[in-house]
Structure formats: structure tokens, C-alpha cells
């Protein structure tokens, strides 16, 4: 079964718009929770993460909300740019957990028009 | 700068080869993953592994095996390779200290 499920599975936005992807989870042990970005050809890259004590947290256009009594949280890209052109991936773990393993959603691929 | 290499970017195999992919990592992690990545579905845990000779299946492991003889490389065997492995399949490290996944570019495998 998929533990943390992601959409859209894609979205195209005019360039300045803001994007918005969002990803709910059912495992309520999970403590951490980031957001990859990948570009064609590359591996996924950490964009920016929170954990479940906080609201919110920004990073320069980069903003992750998190709601723990609905168990979703999401990333907001802001002024979007023809560079954030990407697939995005959200995650989860449980960090006391060995190994520390993300389980990923889905993945949602952006597109930003000039 | 920080690395974790796989040993190629594209592969092509026959139905019931054996197949190895091979990872590397330079930044002294505990955690090596392996995950498969197909469209729609995202990244899906296939084996990890959290210290030298220890592993652990993750959510689709069957098909594979995995060998960790040191700390620095981990690597993937499709014992006898079947079309549905076809796949892009990435590696990805991590420290016991932060959360973050450093990942691979990723290997492209095409079995025909």
C-alpha cells in the first residue's frame, strides 16, 4: 500500500505563479518529512524538510506547510521560475527507525512557462 | 564534494541474465538504499542496509538480492532478470547523524 500519497502527478504554471504540491501520509509514527527535487538525468536532491512540531518552514521561494491533525503537509513554490522545472518528490520517515528509510510519494512533474 | 557513484548510467540486458549494479559512496555513511524508480509510482524501497553485511528488505524485494561487504559500496543483483525489472534504479547514502539521502544519477535498465 502507498503510506504517503502525492498529487497532482503534474502541473504547469505560468512563470511568477506559485505552485502548490501535496502529499498526505497514514502512518502516524512518521517524524520527518522532505521534499526531493529532480532534475532529468539526476538523482533526487533535498530541497527542504520539516518536522511535525512546526507549521511551517521557509526556505527562499520554497515553503512547506504542515497540518499533523490531517496528516498532510505540502510545498508551496512561489515566483515560480523556468528553473524549477523538476519532479518533485515528497517523504516521510520514521527517524528512530534503523536506517532511517524514506517512503516517497508518487512525484509530481512541474513545468513553468516563460 | 560529496558522491555516490553508480557504475553506469544505461544498461541492457536478456530475460534471465544475472545482473549486478554496483553504488559507491565516499562520505562514510552507515545507510545504503536502493530504490527503483517508475512513473506514477515514484521511488520504491527495494533493499537497504544499515551497517557493513546487514540488510534489510524494503517494500518490493523480490527478484533482488543485495551484497555490503564494505561500508562504501552496496550493490543490487537481479538474480535472473525478467522484463518487469525494467526500470531506472537509484542508489542513495545517508549518515546516522542527519536525515537527508544523498542520491546517485541513477542506472537505466532495459531488459529485452
Known amino acids: 500500500q502507498q503510506q504517503v500519497k502525492q498529487s497532482p502527478q503534474s502541473l504547469i504554471v505560468q512563470k511568477g505563479g506559485i505552485s502548490i504540491i501535496n502529499c498526505a501520509y497514514e502512518n502516524t509514527a512518521f517524524d520527518y518529512f522532505p521534499w526531493y527535487q529532480q532534475f532529468p538525468g539526476k538523482g533526487p536532491a533535498l530541497l527542504i524538510a520539516?518536522?511535525?512540531?512546526?507549521s511551517e518552514k521557509k526556505e527562499g521561494r520554497f515553503t512547506i506547510s504542515f497540518n499533523k491533525s490531517a496528516k498532510q503537509f505540502s510545498l508551496h513554490i512561489m515566483d515560480s521560475q523556468p528553473g524549477d522545472s523538476a519532479t518533485y518528490f515528497c517523504a516521510a520517515t520514521f527517524t528512530k527507525a534503523a536506517g532511517n528509510k524514506l517512503t516517497f510519494g508518487g512525484g509530481t512533474r512541474v513545468l513553468v512557462k516563460p | 564534494d560529496v558522491k555516490v557513484t553508480q557504475s553506469s548510467r544505461y544498461l541492457v540486458k536478456r530475460t534471465g541474465e544475472k545482473v549486478f549494479l554496483e553504488c559507491v559512496q565516499d562520505m562514510d555513511h552507515e545507510n545504503m538504499f536502493w530504490y527503483r524508480q517508475d512513473p506514477g509510482l515514484g521511488l520504491r524501497l527495494i533493499y537497504f542496509?544499515?551497517?557493513?553485511?546487514?540488510?534489510e528488505k524494503g517494500d518490493i524485494p523480490e527478484g533482488y538480492s543485495v551484497s555490503r561487504e564494505k561500508k562504501e559500496r552496496f550493490s543490487l543483483i537481479l538474480e535472473s532478470a525478467s522484463t518487469n525489472q525494467t526500470s531506472m534504479y537509484l542508489c542513495?547514502?545517508?549518515?546516522?547523524?542527519?536525515?537527508?539521502?544523498?542520491f546517485g544519477s541513477g542506472t537505466r535498465l532495459t531488459v529485452v
Open positions: 542513495a547514502s545517508s549518515g546516522d547523524r542527519g536525515y537527508g539521502y544523498t
Open positions: 542496509s544499515y551497517d557493513v553485511k546487514m540488510k
Open positions: 520539516i518536522r511535525p512540531d512546526v
